[in-house]
């Protein structure tokens, strides 16, 4: 067997510096890094990153900052579910990690341009939602109407609290919020994320429903908003599989013919409706 | 125009020692009863002329079972691509797994390009071997229409009465015919003997299946509710034979090998399999395919229905190996058959 | 990195699993770089009364065993339950098949009382258990790879798929093809198809694949005209304590 080295490689990975760590709740912890070199990581709402740990291995996560909040670094939240994503959890500020990507198609930003828009986002699904929210929020007079539909199991497991106070304060942002179960604390709705859909005014010819969240979401969550008439080609999605290569090889992510990492993990409904094992 | 030559009988021993000579031959060799496998020989004796489709695929030299992709070092986080090949020759490749190596070069060349693979494919020699009858039963090399032989090789044999015919269809190739200076050109009556067995072998070679080559796609695309797959899936063990040995599967998982030193290893590369329980696995637990049904339909989903969207181009060679090895007695042609009779 | 402290115990076992360390040769070498072995009965006479990994071989078949490797468990950091017998119980299982009493009078004859004896257990039935290395013997290059998961604090899992795709990646005829009965399609892979790559059949050392389907399983064994009795014994062979089910701590 001859080993040689190579100068090119879709698996070379760049290194990331966490500039800040941050457990957010009992399973999420926040990591806020840098790539050697002030490299911008260059990437679009909606897209993910191949992240490593010499020796350990390496997983998929979605980039949960926006490309507008800074060029320097980039956030991701990462949920404790595997052997890496364990060792992940005992990083702290100023050590290193593995990245390459970005990987796949994002959300078509410039398409939803001029148009209201509706974000539903169950549990994690604030992570990958959050960049496209801040991204904006951040271009807002490009946007027209902006609702943000929040659900996540207790008070507790609600993340990246202050922001999402601060989406709420705005005036341009319509804002509501939903626990699974609530805490004596709790003073807002109770009940399924879909349970916030129908009281939701929408101008539907004109209106973009961009959804996140655990795979079982989506069935009801797309239900809703049928009823309500949203156009099939204006129900976007974001849909997780566990990438390993994130260049279209290694099957992990297969849905039909599409390799979710880089034809999607974002699609329309009508691109996805009929696939067999899409949803 | 086309260049043909011809080796006798009694010097085909010589022709693979001097081969393996000039570079590492592997040739399909008796392993069992009926199982053989490709490995490396030196002389033409330990070959098996008449084979029946070798337990691996020759895929295992194009995408090797387990292949270093990066080393590094975490101390100084270095991290270096590596290729690994071996310079080869494959001796005794059958149409239907020179149609699988074509498979392969699709999806590996299909952008973002995959390096290792390409590279290594380079370093690959390969002569074709014809079959002039059926291996065996289980085979459907008709039907998928790879059984004569349609390029993907350097050279091509094909066995007639007292002499091989050797199709030369690269320099690679002629540069094998000139080196080892056994052959001889062939002459029209070789030409005449191997158009005979050509016209012969389409006699003997039927389309196995109850369905046209061009109407497989449609069987497919409208079979996924089928109950066929909820039989075939009470039959699966799950076992992960089928795509192991199949030419045409390519998943692979994505690992990490610590030295000892517990600062440097490698990134490797090794085969995967649909048919494992976490395949379709995501962080929270859900499995996009927990039933056995839903990852034998999956299997048959990227030979008949899906390659054809992306590559114009069926993923079954009609090999017969996921039929030989499955333990549960899953057919292709009877599942094939089941579903377009269902249809009807 | 400062060494980590290693100890190794024997049960009930033959301690060939402990012999394989011991032939590990060069690898064995590295291996000592970064450990320090305080306690190994098969190749030092030194005994510690601490360490941070506790290597266990062998199953729990006494009520002086519960006693001994509970207080291991609180001594040691990580506990590995190595070989068969610790980790799925082992050929010493085979007990198990008995009445507890006929089998004490059949092995010690007149002397039974004066033996204590238990149904067989695996260490993982008695205390919790870090890693498992099962095999009979342990198949190094897995046991070097749970090392190295112990040491970087990372699980280690036992793979949940049949020996078959290990078999068939090595190219073996199948022995089903010559008519031999085999375990691997229900035995946890791992171990490299080790036995069959040797021209043996596979025992069934490592343990059952969690989710075997039993309806397959039926057919094939039909197909091969083996009855569910033979299959039974041969999975009884290293498997029997599986009976008995998780952890028991009250004893």
Known sequence: ?279 | ?344 | MKKVKVAFFDFTCCEGCQLQVANMGETLLDVLDLIDVVEFREVMSEKSSTYDVAIVEGSITTHHAIERIKKIRKTAKVLIAFGSCAAIGGINGMKNNFDLTDIREYVYQKDAKHFDTIPTRAVHQVVPVDYFVPGCPVYIPEFVKVLKSALMGIAYNVPDNAVCVECKLNENECMYDKGIACMGPVTRAGCNSWCINNGNICYGCRGIVSNPAEKGQKDIMEKYNISLEWIENKINMYNKPRELGELKTNE
């Not at chain 2, 290792?116 to 014809?130: A, H, L, P, Q, S």
């Not at chain 2, 395919?289 to 990852?295: F, G, L, T, V």
């Not at chain 2, 992306?310 to 579903?339: D, H, P, W």
Request: with cysteine.
């Open chain 2, 1 to 344: 125009m086309e260049k043909y030559v011809v080796l006798k009988k009694k010097d085909f021993n010589d022709f693979i020692a001097k081969l393996a000579l000039m570079q590492t031959v592997v040739a399909p060799v008796k392993k069992g009863k009926k199982s053989f496998a490709f490995q490396e020989v030196t002389t033409g004796k330990e070959i098996a002329l008449q084979y029946i489709p070798t337990i691996l695929p020759p895929k295992k030299y194009f995408m090797p079972q387990q292949e270093t992709i990066m080393k590094f070092n975490k101390a100084k986080f270095e991290w270096t691509p590596v290729l690994e090949y071996n310079e080869i020759t494959i001796f005794g490749v059958h149409t239907c797994d020179l149609a699988g190596i074509q498979c392969l070069n699709m999806v590996f060349t299909n952008k973002p390009k995959d390096i290792n693979y390409i590279v290594r494919k380079d370093k690959i020699t390969i002569i074709g071997f014809e079959c002039n009858a059926y291996c065996d039963e289980f085979a459907s090399c008709a039907a998928m229409d790879n059984h004569i032989p349609n390029g993907g090789y350097d050279l091509f044999f094909t066995e007639l009465n007292d002499s091989f015919i050797i199709h030369v269809n690269t320099l690679m190739g002629e540069k094998i015919i000139e080196e080892i200076s056994l052959f001889s050109k062939a002459n029209d009556d070789n030409l005449k003997e191997l158009e005979e067995l050509r016209t012969k072998k389409r006699e003997i070679f039927k389309n196995e299946l109850n369905t046209k080559h061009s109407d497989l796609k449609a069987v497919f695309e409208n079979s996924f509710n089928s109950k066929v797959w909820k039989d075939i899936g009470a039959k699966c063990v799950a076992c992960g034979n089928c795509t192991n040995v199949c030419p045409t599967c390519y998943c692979f998982d994505i690992k990490d090998e610590m030295n000892l030193d517990f600062n440097t290893g490698s990134r490797i590369r090794v085969w995967d399999s649909c048919q494992n329980e976490d395949f379709a696995k995501v962080a929270g637990g859900e499995s996009f395919r927990e039933e056995r049904a839903n990852r034998q339909k999956h299997r048959y989903m990227r030979k008949f229905n899906y390659p054809v969207d992306k590559f114009s181009r069926y993923f079954c060679t009609g090999c017969g190996r996921c039929t030989r090895t499955c333990m549960a007695q899953i057919k292709l042609k009877e599942t094939v058959n089941a579903l377009a009779e269902e249809k009807k």
């Open chain 1, 1 to 279: 067997m001859i080993q040689v080295p190579l100068k090119e490689s879709e698996y070379i990975v760049k290194k990331g510096t966490i500039i800040r760590a941050k457990k957010m709740t009992a399973l999420e912890k926040f990591f806020e890094i840098s790539l050697a070199g002030s490299e911008v990581l260059d990437h679009e709402p909606g897209q993910f990153v191949m992240i490593s740990i010499p020796g350990i291995g390496e997983a998929p996560i979605s980039v949960s900052s926006s490309p507008t909040t800074k060029r320097s670094s980039f956030e991701l939240v990462v949920r404790n579910s595997g052997i890496l994503t364990k060792a992940l959890h005992n990083l702290e500020a100023g050590d290193v990690v593995g990245i390459r990507g970005p990987f796949g198609h994002g959300f078509p930003t410039n398409i939803l341009e001029g148009n209201d828009l509706l974000f539903v986002a169950g549990g994690l699904g604030i992570v990958p939602l959050r960049s496209l929210i801040n991204f904006v929020i951040d271009n807002r007079r490009d946007y027209g109407k902006v609702n943000i539909l929040l659900g996540c199991k207790t008070p507790r497991d609600m993340l990246f609290g202050d922001e999402v106070k601060q989406w709420e304060e705005r005036l341009d942002v319509n804002f509501q919020c939903t626990v699974d179960r609530s805490d004596p604390d709790w003073k807002g709705n109770v009940g399924l994320i879909t349970s916030l859909i129908p009281g939701v005014n929408l101008d539907i010819a004109r209106t973009f429903a961009i959804v996140v969240g655990p795979p079982i979401m989506y069935k009801f969550v797309i239900a809703e908003l049928l009823k309500k008439n949203i156009p099939e080609r204006q129900i976007l999605l974001s849909l997780e599989r566990h990438m390993k290569c994130g260049v279209g090889k290694c099957g992990h992510c297969q849905i039909g013919e599409h390799y979710c990492c880089q034809d999607g993990p974002v699609y329309s409904y009508d691109q996805i409706k009929g696939k067999h094992e899409a949803l």
